[in-house]
Structure formats: C-alpha cells, structure tokens
C-alpha cells in the first residue's frame, strides 16, 4: 500500500503547500493496494428506459476480467438494503431494473488493468426498452409528465435535519412551503409590486481530481480510501449495503484534489465497495473528467419573486418560488432546494415572507451540493431584481439596499437566527476595495454593479477531535476533516499553536480516518473551521487541565498555578520540560496528555441548537468593459468583502475568497450544460468552458473583515462560500448600468448579451423613428 505522506514539522501553517508544489502530496487518486484490480464503469446510452437483458459473458471470457458487477447481483448483497440516499433512498448502488438518465451506472468491471477493464465494457451488452423521458423541471411538473421514480422512500434525519415532504404520484421530491405575516394583504394595498423570473444553469463543479475510491472488502471489514468529503457518511452507507459493522468499516481521507460539495455525502464508494465484494479482491475506480460530469452537478434553477416596496422605498413583502431541478436521484436536492427560497431573501429585514421551494427529479444527472447550496442561484434572482427596483424607483441601487438591510441583530426570517454580520459595513468596504484598485488599462465605456448575499450554512454541529502533547512537546491532532484544498489541517495546526502556546514547527495533522479520528458530519458548508476547530480548541483546553493537574500533583500547589509554554510549564517555583514532569509523574519519561473535544447541539450552553450557527456573507463591487461587436463581457476589476469573525490564515481565506470570486465567474459568464435528447452534448474539457487566466479580473482587492462573534475559535465564522454568491448579479447590474441591459437569464454568453445589446437598438431606433 502506498504509505500516507506525513506532514513535515515546520513554521508555514499549510504543510501540504510544500507537498503539492513539489509532488510528494499523496491523494485518494494516488493511491495503490497490493492485489488492487481497476475497475471501470459502463453507463447507460439512453435517458429513461427499462432494461430488459444483460449479457456479460463476452467480458467475462477476456482474459484478465476478474468481475462483472449488474444490478442482478444487487440480490445478493449481504446488507439490509442495495438503494441509498441522503432524504430519499432512491439510488441503487447500480442500475435495478431500469436507467433514468444517461450516464446511469449500468454495469462495472474489475479487471487487472485499466485497459482491460475498458475493452470489456465494450463486451457487454444491453438491451433497453425506452421510455419517455423528461429534461427541464417544467416538463416533469406538467400533467402526464413520465414519472423518474414510482416510489418515495422517504428517510429522517439523515444527511440534514428533518425531513423532505416529497409529493407521491408526481415529480416532486420536495414541497416545501412558508409563510410569516400577511403577503397577498401588503400586495393588495398601496405599494409598488416587482415580479420577475430569472433562470439559472446546470453547473458541473470541476475539481482538479475527479471522483476515486479504493475498495477492500473482506469477510466482516471494509477499508476504503476516498475523495470523498464526508468520511462517516461513506462509512454508513457502505456498512448498510455490504452488512458490514461500522466498527469494521474503516474510510481513509488522503489529500482530495477539490471538491465544492460535488463530493460531498455519498457518490461512487458504495459501487466500488460492491465490485470489491464481487470480486473478492481491492479495486480501485478512478472517473474521468467527462464521467464526472455524468456524477454530479449543480442544481439548475428557476426562481419568481414578487416584492412590494412603499412610497418610502422599503420593502415590505417578498414572495419566492424557487424551482429546482435535482436529476435523476435526489441527493442533497431537497435541502437545496428550501435553501434557495430562504436565501432569495437576501441580507434584508422583510415584514412579510411568503416562500416556495420545489424540488423536481428529470431524467438527467443528479444534482448535488455545490459551494452555497442553493445561494447562487438565489442570490442571482434577488440581487437582480434589487437593482430593476432601484432603477424603477429612481433610486440609487447601493442606497437602497443599505435602507433594506437587516440591522445586526435583527431577523432575516423569524425562526431564524438573527444577522450576526453589520452587511452596511460588507457592502462599503467591498466597494472601498474596489476603489483603491489600480485604474485598468481600457478605453471604452465601463458600467459598475453591486451585489450582497447571505446564507444559512446548513450545518449540523456533531464533530470531535483528539489531541496529544508528547513529551518531547510536539502534538498530534487527529480530526475526519477531509483536506480538500481549503487548508482546514493548516486551520487545525493555528489553533493548536494558539491554544497550546507550541511552535508550528511541533504541530501536525494527522490524514482523516474513522478508525483513529472522533465523529465528524462532514466536509463542507465552511464548517471546518467552526465546528473541528472548535473541537480541536476543546481538546487542547483539556490537555492543559491534565497538565496543570499533574504538575500540581507532581510539583504542589493548585493547578491555576501552572501555565504552557514552549516544551515545558511555568509555576511558582520555576519551569519543568513536559519530558520531565511525566518522568516525575510516572517514574519514567514516558506517557503523553490525551485529549479530547466534542461538539454537539448543546455546545456554548444550547447556542447551537438555533439555526444557523452563523450566517456566511459576501459583498461584491465590480467594474466591466463590453466588447459591443461580440457580446463578449470582460470584467477588469472587483473588490469583496466578507465578515470571517477572526482570520485564522490570511493568505488562504483570501484565496478561498478570490477563488470563490473565480468560480462564480464561470456560471456568470460561460458555464452551463447543454442537453439535446436527453442527453449532455458538451460535457468534455473541450465543449465545456469554465474561466482561465485570461478571463479572471485584472485586478482583485478582497477585504475580510474581523468582528471576533463568531462562534468558532477566537471568535471565527466560515468563509470560502460567501464569495460567490453576489458575483453573477454583480456583473448583470453592471451591463445595466453600463449599457441599459438586463438579461435574466445565465450564464450571459456573448451571444446572448449581442442580442440583447441588438434588441436594445432596434427599440430605440423604433422609438426615434415615432418620434
């Protein structure tokens, strides 16, 4: 087996910065298993059918094919199920009976090489009957619309908390409805009513590293290594599949090549532990790019609001329906898509909230977490429609938001927690930022746009951490954190230094794994910091109580006498090497200080039973120029902001930041897919277009702003996914206050900003010629 690399001791708080850039790094795509076969996945051609045959026999008879894995074996699984979910359990671990969208797993191969594995899906063959089949969540809400799936096996208290309410005999995998004071009255009265429509793409999330698991499944264990970012998620479905204890099922989390929530929950491992039980041997399944978009992908969405402003220009009404289309499975769908009615709301105190969220299966790939689940395409309709208010009203759009914003303090939505960031301070540092930014280099007309978004992380606040002080005063920290680019072990180490009072030099992170590491939700929703580092900060806290017990103990005295420093303790009387305090304390220089944190609902005193633990924010401010002929958008400069509470590592927050910036640039500006006949036409690196180095601003400022409320250590909150909630309508209000276009529709191509520019002409040329 390929030996995990262990992180050097040294002063920079990121050691995988070194690892990476030098290649030493080990990740889930690296690893090797002596005996490992490679596996490889054959996928359905056809968006809705019954599959009527399987034949096998051909790839069998190759030489150097080990297994063929159908849904016929899904019989024989020792679990107590073969389908999983997160709300729904709607996914069998390979394609039973029928296939939903193209891309399906139908069959896999484990073979002793990847060549091998591929020609013998080649061999296999499958007889289809079609089905019709539905694209668009407004074909799969229409009467008579195909059914994706016939069955709602509803689950509770899963993935996230509650359940779904999906609607049996349809489409919908989620109904969700709220309402807090009296909408349709406010509508009716003497207001000024705002209703529009904005769409939203499908999005592939595009990490570095696609999807990857190595499976060993032997009699009574499982072991797996993953890219995935929920470790004890993997673990408990796997154990649910293949009858496995989750004592027996040990999930490794080497270094993951990104991820943005597309490999979040439960994706490929338990299809892979499957072809390993079939096997009887480690195999190893490793997508490619193209076969990752087939996986997961954002939710695309349509969203209408109807707002109401009074004559002082305050809102006073807001009605969302959001519109979600979640794919062939549910995943995370229906929690995205409540998030995306509640995140439509904006950073604004509302009176009266009525709010919509439907969440639609289609035959098309499964949606997924991804970076803000549901906040982009919420926040692109609201802040959007934020500017069509302002201009309608002849205000100024920065003015009136700040009029509308919720104070801190003050609620969002009533069962909420109210907002913990000052959003007036976000949106003018954002806009400072953007103006201390050098001039660019351009000498066309340039149009500015604005924008704020605020979401509700959906985080469940279960997780723990172990730390050890040696005696020689280094310290191990051990966490089911997955490190997927972000720098949480790096986050991990600061804390520990921090609370330890021990160099970095001393401190490392141990690589995830449910056998040696405490309990953890999960990877995402900027969680890391707040809920492992506050676990880590917990853990320490009680080494230090054990230490100042002993030393008192040992020395005299009460243990408030005795404080950490660096490799020893202070009292009273002197100092004493932790080396010499456990010679003392045990007879012999041997021993260490274990402890331990946890972190549940009850933490701070029951504060973190109130959702959500924090609310995650970004400004943007941004500045464009037009290529008029083309359509051709170039953004040339943006300034952010965001309230992180406490900066735990600047260089990385402010890349997180600005790489969420980039990101968000892509949904704007390109990234989309494209479906004809039921089918994905552009998914390779060369038809689907995310942004390069050509396309990212020319100049950046990013402002992170430091209250010290959070709930985290030292006052911190997440941060990573605020940054790309306001940058699509950032860039639109620009084209409109730039060139008096507003588009509702993503991503704003060329093509579709020419013709807008041209529809634009001809109604002023139609205009003149009346006059």
């Known amino acids: 087996m390929h030996s995990p690399t262990h992180l050097p001791l040294h002063k920079e708080p990121r050691a995988d910065y070194v690892q990476k850039v030098t290649g030493t790094a080990t990740f889930a795509s690296d690893i090797e298993v002596p005996g490992m ?68 797993p139908v069959a896999a191969v484990a073979a002793m090489d990847e060549r091998t594995a591929e020609e013998a899906l080649e061999a296999i063959v499958v007889d289809y009957e079609t089905l019709p089949y539905v694209t668009t969540a407004r074909e799969a809400l229409a009467e008579g619309a195909p059914l994706v799936h016939q069955d709602m096996d509803k689950l ?9 309410a999906p609607v049996p005999g349809t489409n919908q995998f989620q109904q969700w409805n709220y309402e807090s004071g009296t909408v349709e009255e406010v509508f009716a009265g003497d207001v000024r009513v705002f209703e529009d429509t904005f769409t939203f793409p499908m999005v592939f999330h595009y ?13 009574n264990s499982l072991e797996i290594w993953s890219g995935g970012q929920t470790p004890t998620a993997i673990q408990r479905v ?48 490793c997508l490619s790019i193209p076969e990752s978009m087939l996986t997961c992908r954002r939710l695309d969405a349509e969203l209408t609001l109807k707002t109401a402003v009074n004559a002082q220009g ?17 995943d995370t769908g229906p929690s995205i898509a409540v998030k995306a009615a509640i995140r439509a709301i904006g950073p604004y105190h509302i009176p009266n909230l009525k709010l919509e969220a439907v969440g639609v299966y289609t035959n098309t790939v499964p949606g997924a977490a991804f970076r803000s689940i549901g906040g982009p395409q919420a926040v692109w309709a609201t802040e959007s429609q934020m500017d069509i208010i302002a201009a309608a009203l002849g205000r ?10 919720a104070d801190k303090g003050q609620t969002v939505k009533p069962d909420l927690r109210p907002m913990d960031v000052d959003m007036r301070r976000s949106l003018r540092e954002a806009m400072r930022s953007l103006d201390s930014l050098p001039e660019a280099k ?12 605020a979401s509700d992380p959906g985080i469940m606040p279960i997780g723990g951490a172990i730390v050890r002080l040696r005696a020689d005063g280094s310290v191990n920290v051990s966490a089911n954190t997955v490190e997927i680019g972000q720098g949480s072990r790096g986050v991990l180490r600061i804390i520990a230094e921090k609370v330890l009072r021990q160099p970095l030099r001393m401190i490392a992170v141990a690589e995830p794994d449910t056998l040696q590491a405490p309990y953890d939700w999960g990877t995402g929703a900027s969680r890391s910091t707040v809920i492992i580092g506050l676990a880590v900060q917990m853990a320490c806290e009680d080494v230090i109580r054990q230490v100042a017990d002993t030393a008192a103990e040992v020395l005299g005295g009460a243990p408030e006498d005795y404080r950490i420093e660096e490799g020893r303790i202070e009292g009273p009387d002197g100092s004493i090497s932790f080396m010499e305090l456990l010679r003392r304390f045990n007879g012999m220089a041997a021993g260490e200080f274990l402890g331990v944190g946890r972190v549940n609902a009850n933490t701070k005193d029951g504060a973190f039973k109130l959702a959500p633990l924090f609310w995650e924010t970004g400004a943007n401010a941004c500045e464009i120029a037009l290529d008029e002929g083309t359509g051709a958008i170039r953004v040339l400069r943006v300034g952010g902001a965001a309230d992180l509470g406490y900066v735990m590592n600047r260089k990385a927050a402010e890349g997180q930041d600005e790489g969420a910036m980039v990101m968000g640039l892509g949904h704007t500006l390109s990234e989309e897919y494209i479906y004809e006949d039921g089918q994905v036409v552009n998914g390779t690196l060369f038809d689907y277009k995310v942004p390069n180095m050509e396309d990212v601003p020319l100049h950046v400022g990013t402002t992170l702003i430091e209250s010290g409320d959070g709930p985290g250590p030292f006052g911190a909150r997440g941060g990573g996914e605020g940054a790309i909630l306001p940058v699509a309508p950032a860039v639109a209000n620009a084209l409109f206050q730039g060139w008096g276009i507003r588009i509702k ?27």
């Open 156 to 164: 509770k208290d899963y993935y996230f908390r509650g359940e779904c």
């Open 745 to 771: 529709e993503l991503p704003l191509t060329p093509e579709r900003v020419w013709r807008a520019l041209e529809a634009a002409r001809a109604g002023r040329e139609r205009t003149t010629d009346k006059n």
């Open 442 to 453: 351009h000498a066309g007309r340039r149009g500015r746009g604005v924008a704020v978004g």
């Open 314 to 330: 305050r809102i006073v009404a807001k009605s969302v329906r959001a519109v979600l289309n979640g794919g062939a499975y549910a």
């Open 396 to 405: 100024d759009p920065v003015e009136f938001r700040l009029l509308n914003m």
């Open 238 to 285: 796997c154990s649910e599949i293949l009858g496995v204890p989750l004592a027996c099922v040990r999930v490794h989390s080497p270094y993951v090549g990104g991820g943005f929530g597309g490999k979040a929950s439960v994706k490929i491992d338990p299809l892979v532990a499957s072809l390993s039980w079939k096997a009887r041997a480690p195999v190893r399944v």
């Open 37 to 104: 076969l490679h596996g490889k996945i054959l996928r359905s051609t056809v968006p809705h059918a019954r599959i009527r045959r399987i034949d096998a026999s051909a790839a069998l008879a190759m030489p150097g094919v080990v297994a063929v894995l159908t849904g016929e074996d899904l019989k024989h699984l020792p679990g107590s199920t073969t389908r999983w979910g997160l709300s729904l359990r709607d996914r069998p671990v390979i394609a039973l009976e029928k296939v939903r969208y193209v891309g399906d």
């Open 207 to 219: 990490a570095m590293e696609p999807h990857v698991c190595v499976a060993h499944w032997k009699p």
